[in-house]
């Protein structure tokens, strides 16, 4: 009996395995870009055939052969599980955040082996492989036979270069992924794991580099909206002279960047300008908070703190790359564009005299930071300094003396109770940020999660009948409701209430639950790729009027949002995110570029747009919104990876 050829083994095991991640994981499977996936993973099966055969031992190749199908089976359960769990993908950049994995190992354990049947699927080749591995051939080939095989194997990479070429200017085509576009979700989902791995090798060692092309911006400032209000309003811009630094600068990336910002007009002030000139702020980033944790029964000071103040009824925390990407958009305005730049603004280095603490000393504030965890853990202890923060303490640098932080996760009331008074005093000016941490998962039960133990009894008293997961998320979060509730109290009794905002956000939805899980909690069916991500964005004074907002925002429009309003002088050009009180149009990017307008949602794997009731939207529309999406999450990295603001403050 003639035996098979390795190729041929690799080629059936690697389409199989695709499909099979496209499955679990929901990915679209029927669309045009299979046969991309398909005559690459022939051309693939060749190369790595020949390499198990290269050798005259027939043992060490078949050790060769193990070895290399290991390697990639362990490859695509990777993808899978971090897929599943933490909600992106790996790239190779992503080994620069891993402590934020590695810290919570032990869950990592726990999603790992409830994704066992999974993962032994993919496993099936290898072990059939192997079960009749006597009827494979691992005899050396002859040099005519290996030169034949890498011809083939060539001339069917030149048949996918090829393939490219179809129907190569829709959105996010193969052609776009392959030369323009750097996204690691949707190459996953449209080039599948084997091609996105060799092609995000290359660019790791090559390097890549996005351009930026201008369009005509669907969101740009529209006056007509102030149209009812006789005040001429200025730009919130700062004096920066881009014709000098454009003349100037002999690096071309840099010049570039100059010439985009000069082009952006920025934002303009309006009747929200100064709203909250002179007052306190206390800033939160609430972890794993989301809008399905407001509940009037369990969490009634968050209830009222969303239906009051700014309400803004259309916000998103787009989830990426967990608390990091959340907090890096919160307090940079900068969309998370990558695990390579979150890398560099973790290491403190990068250059932010924009930064949220600094802009407020300047404003004659004294700041603080707060975090119930490690001070370390992400490298706060260094990218806090950078944004401004003079004064952070955490557990191990001062906190763990008068909260409990041998527990988990921590109390936010404890660390709440424990910290006002440093800040909230007589005369004092102040600014705060708390990371706080009662929020975090795990959610497999009240046992399984100290603060969700704790308030156990007040959950089961109360007339929620949700099941035990998303009832352990709502019972964690009560924690955070009752650390706001004592904030109020205490700010009340100090006489301050009245001339301090208390601001809100968070990191990411509960991403340890299934969407299932969070559309339980919900009030309307959510999808996994956007609108489970809508939420809340607190900002709140106990004096104002209640004002609602309709426009869209999310993360990276805080701090814009709150420097107008507190009357900060800043430069809005230089923030990705935009003031949304101002006249720009709103707009929320997510971890695969899809987006939300005041017009509609994009979704970018399948390159459908759901315009919002009663609005009619060209193709040109479309294609400018995805442009100005490529742009700023391009202009966002580039701001990292260049240290840009330091070469604009000189």
């Not at 990592?108 to 079960?131: H, N, Q, Y």
């Not at 100064?274 to 968050?302: G, Q, R, Y």
């Not at 009560?478 to 700010?491: N, P, R, T, V």
């Amino acid at each position: 009996m003639k035996k098979v050829n390795l190729s041929l083994v690799f080629l059936i095991s690697f389409i199989y395995m695709e499909i099979l991640f496209k499955l679990l994981l929901g990915n679209q499977l029927f669309k045009l870009s299979l046969i991309n996936m398909v005559i690459f993973l022939i051309s693939f099966s060749f190369i790595i055939g020949v390499l198990c055969t290269l050798t005259k031992s027939k043992k060490a190749n078949k050790i060769i052969y193990i070895v290399l199908f290991s390697l990639i089976s362990i490859w695509f359960c990777a993808q899978y599980v971090v897929k599943s769990y933490f909600d992106f993908y790996i790239s190779l950049s992503t080994f620069t955040v891993a402590d934020q994995v590695t810290d919570f190992m032990g869950k990592a354990v726990v999603e790992t082996l409830r994704r066992i049947p999974g993962i032994i699927l993919f496993f099936v080749p290898l072990v059939i492989s192997l079960i009749f591995s006597k009827h494979l051939n691992f005899k050396q080939n002859s040099l005519k036979q290996v030169l034949v095989l890498l011809s083939m194997g060539i001339g069917f990479y030149g048949l996918y270069i090829g393939s490219l070429f179809i129907n190569k200017e829709a959105a996010y085509s193969p052609y776009i992924l392959n030369y323009k576009v750097n996204d690691i979700s949707l190459s996953m989902e449209n080039l599948g794991v084997l091609n996105t791995f060799v092609l995000d090798t290359k660019r790791a060692i090559f390097g890549f580099e996005e351009k930026i092309v201008h369009v005509d911006n669907p969101l740009s400032n529209d006056k007509d909206k102030n149209k009812d209000t006789p005040k001429e309003y200025s730009y919130n811009n700062l004096d920066i002279d881009f014709d000098n630094l454009i003349a100037n600068e002999s690096n071309s990336t840099i010049k570039s960047m100059h010439e985009y910002f000069k082009n952006d007009p920025g934002t303009l002030q309006n009747e929200y300008t100064n709203f909250f000139k002179d007052k306190n702020l206390i800033l939160f980033m609430a972890e794993s908070f989301n809008e399905v944790a407001v509940k009037k029964e369990i969490t009634p000071t968050l209830y009222k703190l969303s239906q009051s103040g700014f309400v803004f009824e259309d916000f998103y925390t787009p989830t990426i790359f967990s608390t990091i990407g959340g907090e890096f958009q919160e307090l940079t305005g900068l969309y998370a564009s990558g695990t390579d730049i979150l890398g560099k603004f973790r290491s403190g280095n990068i250059s932010f005299p924009q930064g949220v603490a600094t802009k407020f000393k300047e404003a004659g504030y004294n700041t603080y930071a707060y975090h119930n965890n490690s001070a370390s853990f992400q490298s706060r202890n260094k990218y806090l300094p950078s944004l401004g923060f003079d004064n952070f303490k955490a557990c191990n640098t001062g906190l763990e003396k008068v909260i409990n932080c041998d527990i988990w996760p921590r109390s936010d009331l404890e660390m709440i109770n424990a910290t006002v008074d440093e800040y909230a005093t007589e005369g004092n000016k102040f600014m705060v940020f708390y990371a706080s941490n009662s929020g975090h998962s795990s959610y497999d039960g009240f046992n399984s999660n100290q603060m969700a133990k704790k308030n156990k009894d007040e959950y089961l008293a109360s007339d929620l009948n949700y099941s035990d997961r998303p009832a352990t998320y709502l019972a964690a979060q009560m924690e955070l409701d009752k650390a706001l509730e004592s904030l109020i109290q205490k700010l009340d009794e100090k006489g301050i209430l009245d001339n301090t905002v208390i601001a809100l956000v968070g990191d990411h939805y509960p991403y340890d639950l299934t969407p299932e899980e969070v559309n339980e909690m919900a009030d309307y069916e959510k999808d996994a790729v956007v609108e489970i991500n809508h939420s809340k964005f607190i900002l709140w004074n106990n004096k104002m009027d209640t004002i609602k907002i309709d426009k869209v925002g999310s993360q990276i429009d805080v701090i814009p949002t709150i420097y107008n309003a507190f009357g900060i002088n800043y430069d809005s050009r230089l923030f990705i995110g935009k003031d949304i009180l101002s006249t720009e149009g709103g707009l929320a990017m997510f971890g695969n570029k899809s987006w939300v307008s005041d017009k509609g949602t994009y979704f970018a794997s399948s390159g459908k747009f759901v315009p919002k009731e009663g609005v009619q939207v060209d193709d040109d529309y479309v294609k400018s919104m995805n442009q100005i999406v490529l742009n700023k999450i391009n202009m966002s990295s580039k701001i990292i990876s260049n240290n840009y603001y330091s070469k604009v403050f000189k």
